[in-house]
């Protein structure tokens, strides 16, 4: 094997959801060899971690590190703050479940986990299309940490490159359940809800579950999705 | 008073070194509401936490915030991992001392607390003249963060500012003790030392021993540094 074809390392962000399975299965299927790195954050939906375990051996990650950063110190998020109720109905605008700088602090890690590593790739499975208004998923603040980055570390210093991957950006729901299907995904893994139970069942009336049902209905794949 | 000359809040990094401490002064003295912000991030020299709780008090920092990230998970820096010693003498190139991806982890982590509190400066003590070399203190590195700050927030997508300011970053270290003496900044309440003693007393010999050491002599200012 030519050394242009031996697998390149790289960390992939897994939160345990779909999309972060599917950019996974997306960076596998590069031929890239894929560090998982999660987050115990204090996360309201914990079985998502759990998820994040199943997926990450069932889809063939090299290493699998979580790290804990504990947002509740921050809170003013639904999802960290168990005093503020998860909404049923979508909302005008950024919703409550937005988690102050979240996907920075989480990039933020991996590039730091990365340098140690010495991998140059992030994947990151954050879309700008069937979102729920998060500002730190659109391609122009991925495009504005992946500036940073090159400019933050001593390999960017010293010349390295650093990309970060984002897969399925411009994808919508449907298309990452079709592009997941087509690399094998076993969806029944991953949990998206934000207020899944102990067990990963899902309830079914949050943004993340609509969002996740409307883009198996629309894709036409059986949903497998388990709900409380 | 009008509201013009009201104070306008502002989160101020305080790590307990010389730096932050004059950094605070500084936006004391430019009339900003300050709320100081420390991390307790495993480094090896805690002594400067309880001097962050001193220089806080001290100079009047209307709240404080300490928050725990525990580095140590990441490693790979003579601060963070305590099998790596730290060095004596100045480094070629970037030294170990360098923590992997530091000061982007502490912005991330003081923007998602910026926007709880809905301030919209952010003050930070890095210096680009006497530092010890790292990626994450140098202009375009805070300009870069500054521009990933407006398109990460809610704030920032709704019209808001955010500003980074870095008051020290055109100075020399004695500039910054000058400039520390004139807002009347007790010295002797910091700690500089990497591998300061419980009680805060210094090493002498480490970078930022050295750094300090010169900054005081050149700028002709008595020294309150104890050593151990």
């Known amino acids: 094997m030519s ?12 939160s345990g959801g779909l999309d972060s399975a599917v950019t996974l299965a997306v960076a596998r299927s590069r031929n890239f060899h894929c560090h998982a790195l999660s987050f115990d954050y204090g996360q309201r939906h914990r079985a998502e971690l759990e ?3 199943r997926v990450a051996s069932a889809l063939g990650a090299a290493s699998h590190k979580f790290i804990s ?5 921050i809170g003013g998020s639904a999802l960290t703050d168990l ?11 950024i919703p409550v479940t937005y988690v102050p700088a979240r996907n920075t602090i989480f990039l933020a890690f991996a590039l730091g986990y990365a340098e140690i590593m010495d991998v140059h790739n992030i994947f990151i499975g ?5 979102y729920s208004g998060y500002p730190d998923c659109r391609p122009e603040y991925i495009a504005a940490f992946e500036r940073l980055a090159r400019l933050a570390t001593k390999a960017g210093v ?18 990452i359940v079709r592009v997941g299907a087509d690399l094998g995904v076993d969806f029944s893994l991953t949990v998206s809800c934000y207020q899944a139970d102990l067990e990963g069942r899902a309830c079914g009336r949050c943004e993340a579950c609509r969002l996740r049902r409307e883009g198996f209905q629309t894709a036409g794949i059986a949903d497998p999705t388990r709900y409380a």
Chains 1, 2 share one sequence.
């Open 3 to 14: 050394a242009e074809n031996d697998p390149v390392a790289a960390l992939v962000l897994l």
């Open 51 to 53: 998820a994040a375990r």
């Open 69 to 73: 950063i504990d947002l509740t110190q």
């Open 83 to 93: 005093r503020i109720p998860v909404p049923n109905q979508p909302a005008d605008g």
């Open 126 to 130: 954050v879309n700008a299309i069937d």
């Open 158 to 175: 010293e010349g390295g490159e650093l990309h970060v991957q984002t897969p399925l950006i411009s994808l919508s729901k449907a298309g």
